[in-house]
């Protein structure tokens, strides 16, 4: 089993959907999260960090659930510019990476 | 502007010519790492650096080599490149080993091995 996972996509969706995607990490010692985005062949890029009381910024917030162990990420009101794949990265002692979920925002 | 390069940004080598990946940070940052990118399977960590003369191997070690003699540079040595060290190469840095510190990535490398 890995120990992120995320469901791969593609998520594909109208502009000013709203959308979630969902990921779960299997050790329960891990100390911090993040959802970073990922354009086309290019790096990797924090958008977020996650904390337990959930945070929130402009049309993004992150969720975290600790018994559950499992993260969340809400896009409201979605833009084309949002297209890109969402990695979400759970901290132990190492940064642990989710395949990542592809998002497209149609027109 | 403060950034994570790497060269060369692609390259195609054939089985068994040793290869070097640079990387430089000019941030002053004291923790620095690899990884290589497969689909499905995300970013899986290569080596490490905690600190200048200071390396640790990371999940996906075998065939790599690292060193770190300057703070700001961390290559990624093949010696031997086999095809099935296809990849998306990207060097990473932060402040720090410490579970808050953001890593910052450079622009990968796409190595292709016939």
């Known amino acids: 089993r890995k120990e992120v996972e995320q469901d791969p996509g593609p998520f594909n969706v109208p502009e000013g959907a709203t959308v979630a995607f969902n990921c779960t990490y299997s050790n329960s010692a891990s100390q911090s999260f993040f959802w970073y985005r990922q354009d086309c062949r290019k790096e990797p890029k924090l958008l977020m960090s996650v904390y337990s009381s959930g945070n929130e910024d402009g049309r993004f917030t992150a969720q975290l659930n600790r018994a559950s162990q499992y993260i969340s990420l809400l896009i409201r009101d979605s833009k084309l510019s949002d297209s890109a794949t969402y990695l979400c990265v759970v901290n132990r002692d190492d940064m642990r990476f989710g395949a990542g979920t592809r998002l497209t925002v149609k027109p | 502007e403060a950034q994570v390069t790497q060269n060369p940004r692609y390259l195609i080598t054939v089985t068994g010519k040793k290869l070097t990946v640079t990387c430089s940070q000019n941030m002053n940052h004291e923790y620095m790492s690899w990884y290589r990118q497969d689909p499905g399977l995300g970013l899986r960590q290569i080596y490490y650096s905690m600190n200048v003369e200071v390396t640790d191997k990371g999940d996906v070690p075998e065939g790599y080599k690292v060193s770190r003699k300057e703070k700001r540079n961390f290559p990624l040595i093949l010696e031997s490149p086999s095809p099935n060290q296809t990849s998306l190469y990207f060097c990473?840095?932060?402040?720090?080993?410490?579970?808050?510190?953001?890593?910052?990535f450079g622009p990968g490398t796409r190595l292709t091995v016939l």
């Open positions: 990473a840095s932060s402040p720090r080993k410490s579970e808050d510190d953001t890593q910052y």
